[in-house]
């Protein structure tokens, strides 16, 4: 028997050392708690109105606040979305004199996360609908709405920027009503500009979101839904308690990974890290597992005692597995050790990236690299490249395929490299996708248009309300991964909210398309299409390629070609002349510092073979129109 | 008089009042003389220069500047081991008989302004006439380069040239009164031009019998009309093709009438190369008075570029010295010599390296101890001048 635990403090063998004594003692009483989510389209506001509720309830000082404090990433704050979810306590002295605990969770606002968002609503009751009172009611507004329903929460519809001379109240509550169906009378006006209305929404959310229900007495069950990984304390997890009691000291389990942990340290967030002794039911804080391996802790995951726990996880958890696969290369072939350095770092917050090893006959050394979608890996390509100072370049981004051999084997391609020979294959299955579109239904024929060009199959529609439609497809993951989300926006004037989920595998007729620069095989390059769509694909990419590869000394042939058919070509002429000519006394600074400047532009091109390939060419395919 | 003294100092270039700017400085071999004024702007020049009223009073001024700088620069002992002049411009015919004169007269008081020098003066067709001609003559010019840019009058048009091709034949004949060493200006790719009406401008100046030719590929630069008129799609971005056509068709017609190209853009009949260029190219000092003239000064250790102004422009090491000896050697038919050559090779470890390449790729090879670019080596010069950047 381990004396070790017996000791006071506790001690934890797995970290070596005692564990933190905690401040507070008792779990808070639930009826005091309240749990919720702001959801909003983007730009209508939803951060700076979190910014807001911390500064009127004091839990941060407005001389401390950063603008939009609870995205923390610099890309988040950037590109005006969350990636990771957030979770903040706020204590609310309400008009009635009792104090109520607020837990604020900010969740990501995009399609690639959507399972995270759900997971982040699950751990709520209610959530803040934010619609912009110059805007009105706009795609993801419906999205959002939508799945805050799914997850049966209670919804107040918060009407913001009513400080704008454009605001329109009125019509906004209208549109509330008809293409939500929610009840929007009692719709809470506010500014987040100027801090106008808070205080109502405050209250609202003290009288309308109900307050958690669970068992204290039961075996322990919390919801995971967020991680994040601390080089000293390990992966620390926020979590919702559901039933009983996650206190310090004690072991537990995740349910799905089957990974136990010493409970090391657990707190609430405000947004500073407050220890407790324990989180009760409905609380909402973090917990410091002290493991070191990120993928044994899982958004979605169902934490439990490690004796005495629940047998039944709670509903809704998913393996998330990476859709979107994409080859990462240093243009400096030297960084290569650096970029596996600084992926390994990214990984252990973002359990959703995987990567592997990956050599190209002409990027050289590289990682395979999955993510969850294509804003996933432009985030993660972005952090790689500024945080860690990369010259990265990617290939197009491509799915698993399944291949079926004619030996009766199966592999799973990741990237179109793997492809064996056409006499190997029997046939090959690709991954679809169950898409729901959200749209007015004005748009129904250019969505029409654009997904049967992208081979999708129509299944059903169904009007929600005289302003919106569902239209529900069936539509190949490798077509959505090209640019079709922004053909959607576009072709809807941004209207369309797009959601979907794996749906499983299909036969496809799907060839290995190649392209060759001056005759060789550039295996980046290549890529699977649709034997269909394989002539104008590689007709449109020669095209391309021949606008972007500069011209070189040498004249450069481009064929696009199924195995050794060359389908089109495209010749990027030799350079003839490239010359500054004139050369004088004062010219010469000038011009040498223009050749410098020259020499700096050819690092930014990948050199295959001998000729130089700009980074934009291996992204064409991802811009192919029809 | 307050405001001559302003003037005095505002175009003060250091190396005039200090005399030398680093110890163990080399002497200046080569002087240049800005004048920044012109007539009219052409559409596509961005040089230093002004279009101006020819009555202006700003013309005055600065001759009266230049006289001075001149004599300062003469008593500070900078232009005792010239051994070119080359005066230009904007337009230094346009600054006329009198201010020209007043000018010439200061330098030959200042230094010695022998037969063995050799004295350029840029002249444009509108403003060359024989009385000018004559009195340059007198004055010690012994070299006339004119811009002429084309013999076609549409293209004169299109570049914005003030003058026609009648006024340029008669610029040249005046000019052969007393000149033997006369230059023209030829460009190609200007607008509406084709390959046969820049061969008959190439005809036309063998057949005038100048004995230099320069002849430039038109470039849009920063700034001017023409980068507008191409930003708003007026007018057709250069065209890389036909330039090259042309400078191939101009190393053919003039090769074939006894020229020799000495330089990527230069031409010849043997003897009147142009020793000023030559200086620039080969890492001689040079001091550059007037606006936005600029001078190089070195020693065996570094090398400074400096605007009149006194600004830095350029600070090199001896290798960075060295890269940019080889770079400029480059641009011209005898390359870089023997000395140069083993100077590289101490220097750079990579040199013979990068000379394999750029003969593998065509672009130089070796006469004997000299690297010497080739025909494809001079129309792709990027190529070739910056190699030696990666030394």
Redesign the interface.
């Known amino acids: 028997m381990n004396l070790d635990i017996l000791r006071t403090p506790p001690y934890a063998p797995e970290i070596g050392r005692y564990i933190r004594y905690s401040k507070q003692v008792m779990s808070i009483d639930p009826h005091y708690i309240r749990n919720f989510s702001i959801i909003a389209h983007i730009d209508h506001g939803k951060s700076t109105l979190s910014d807001r509720i911390l500064e009127q309830t004091g839990t941060v000082a407005s001389r401390d606040m950063t603008e939009q404090l609870l995205d923390s990433m610099d890309i988040e704050r950037e590109r005006g979305i969350t990636i990771k979810s957030q979770a903040v306590r706020v204590d609310y002295v309400a008009d009635d004199g009792q104090t109520y605990h607020f837990n604020l969770i900010d969740t990501p606002g995009h399609v690639d996360f959507t399972y995270e968002v759900s997971r982040s609503l699950a751990a709520c009751e209610g959530a803040v609908l934010v619609v912009d009172a110059t805007q009105g009611v706009e795609a993801q507004t419906v999205a959002n709405a939508m799945m805050a329903m799914n997850a049966n929460l209670e919804i107040i519809p918060l009407i913001n920027k009513i400080d704008l001379p454009s605001a329109d109240t009125e019509r906004v509550r209208a549109e509330i009503e008809e293409a939500l169906a929610l009840p929007a009378d009692d719709a809470v006006l506010a500014s987040g500009k100027t801090g106008e209305g808070v205080h109502d929404l405050l209250e609202s959310i003290v009288y309308n979101i109900p307050s958690p229900e669970g068992n204290a007495a039961a075996p322990l069950r919390a919801l995971i839904f967020d991680s994040y990984f601390d080089a000293y304390r390990g992966v620390v997890a926020l979590v919702r308690v559901v039933d009983g009691q996650l206190k310090t000291a004690e072991r537990v389990r995740m349910m799905a990974t089957g990974a136990e942990a010493l409970v090391e340290e657990v707190g609430i967030r405000r947004p500073a890290e407050v220890p407790c002794e324990a989180l009760g039911v409905g609380e909402v804080g973090y917990f410091v597992t002290g493991l070191k391996d990120p993928a044994q802790v899982k958004v979605g995951d169902t934490i439990t005692n490690a004796t005495g726990g629940v047998e039944e996880p709670l509903p809704g958890y998913r393996d998330v597995k990476p859709m979107v696969f994409t080859g990462l290369f240093p243009i400096d072939s030297d960084d290569y050790e650096d970029l596996r350095d600084a992926l390994e770092k990214l990984a252990l917050n973002d359990p959703a990236l995987v990567y592997e090893p990956e050599t190209s006959h002409a990027l050289g050394f590289g990682f395979r690299v999955g993510f969850l979608g294509l804003l996933h890996m432009e985030v993660v390509k972005e952090r790689l490249e500024r945080e860690f100072d990369l010259d990265l370049l990617a290939t197009a981004p491509s799915v698993e395929y399944h291949v079926f051999k004619t030996d009766g084997t199966m592999v799973s391609l990741h990237s179109p490299q793997e492809m064996p020979d056409p006499g190997e294959i029997d046939h090959v299955e690709e991954p679809y996708l169950e898409a729901k579109i959200l749209i007015p239904p004005d748009y129904v024929g250019a969505v029409m248009d654009l997904t049967v060009a992208r081979r999708g199959t129509f299944k059903t529609m169904n009007y929600l309300s005289p302003t919106t439609v569902e239209m529900l497809w069936d539509i190949p993951l490798s077509e959505l991964i090209l640019d079709y989300f922004d053909k959607l926006k576009s072709s809807t004037k941004g209207y369309a909210s797009l959601d979907y989920e794996l749906a499983g595998y299909q036969t496809s007729n799907l060839v290995k398309l190649d392209i060759l620069l001056s005759g060789k095989p550039i295996d980046a390059l290549s890529f699977i299409v649709h034997r269909d769509k394989a002539y104008d694909r590689g007709r449109v990419l020669c095209e391309k390629l021949k606008a972007i590869i500069p011209r070189q ?1 040498f004249e450069v042939p481009i064929q696009a070609a199924i195995g050794g058919r060359v389908l089109a070509r495209q010749t990027v ?1 030799a ?12 010219d ?2 000038r ?2 510092k223009l ?2 400047k ?2 700096a532009g050819k690092k930014r091109m990948k050199a295959i073979g001998n000729v130089e390939v700009p980074q934009e060419a291996f992204m064409a395919i991802l811009k192919v129109d029809e | 008089m307050g405001e001559a003294a302003d003037m005095r100092s505002s175009t003060q270039n250091p190396a005039e009042s200090f005399g030398q700017i680093m110890p163990g400085q080399d002497p200046y071999g080569a002087l240049y003389i800005h004048v920044p004024f012109c007539k009219q702007r052409c559409l596509y020049c961005d040089f230093t220069t002004q279009a101006i009223d020819h009555e202006s009073p700003e013309l005055r001024a600065y001759t009266d500047n230049m006289i001075l700088a001149i004599r300062r620069a003469g008593r500070t002992g900078l232009l005792g081991s010239l051994r070119t002049v080359y005066i230009g411009g904007g337009t230094p015919s346009f600054l006329g008989q009198k201010y020209l004169t007043e000018l010439l007269y200061t330098l030959s008081l200042s230094m010695h302004l022998t037969e063995d020098v050799e004295c350029t003066l840029e002249a444009n067709p509108d403003s060359l006439d024989e009385r000018l001609v004559r009195d340059l003559w007198a004055l010690g010019v012994n070299r006339l380069s004119i811009g002429v840019q084309s013999f076609n009058d549409d293209e004169l048009q299109a570049l914005g040239r003030i003058h026609s091709a009648q006024q340029a034949r008669d610029a040249i004949a005046a000019a052969k009164e007393r000149f033997t060493n006369l230059s023209l200006d030829l460009m190609c790719g200007i607008p509406k031009q084709t390959l046969e009406s820049f061969r008959a401008s190439l005809e036309e100046a063998i057949a005038l019998g100048v004995s230099h030719v320069s002849v430039y590929p038109l470039t849009i630069e920063d700034g001017t009309p023409f980068e507008a008129k191409v930003q708003s799609g007026e007018l057709a971005d250069t065209d890389p093709d036909f330039q090259a056509d042309c400078m191939e068709l101009a190393a053919e017609v003039l090769e074939a009438a006894g020229m020799q190209r000495y330089e990527v853009a230069s031409y010849a009949r043997p003897g009147f190369e142009c020793r000023h260029n030559i200086a620039y190219w080969t890492g001689v000092p040079y001091l550059g008075l007037g606006e936005g003239a600029v001078s190089m000064a070195q020693n065996a250790n570094e090398r400074v570029r400096f605007s009149a102004g006194g600004e830095v422009l350029d600070h090199l090491n001896a290798s960075e010295m060295l890269a940019e000896d080889l770079m400029l050697g480059m641009r011209m038919t005898q390359g870089i010599g023997p000395e140069l050559v083993s100077a590289a090779r101490t220097t750079f470890a990579r040199f013979d390296d990068v000379c394999g390449e750029l003969v593998e790729r065509k672009l130089a090879r070796w006469e004997g101890e000299r690297f010497v670019p080739t025909t494809r080596g001079w129309l792709c010069g990027n190529e070739l001048f910056g190699a030696f950047l990666d030394l």
């Open positions: 000394m002429g350079k003839r002349k490239d010359v500054l000519a004139k050369c004088y006394g004062g010469i600074t011009k040498r050749l410098e020259q020499k």
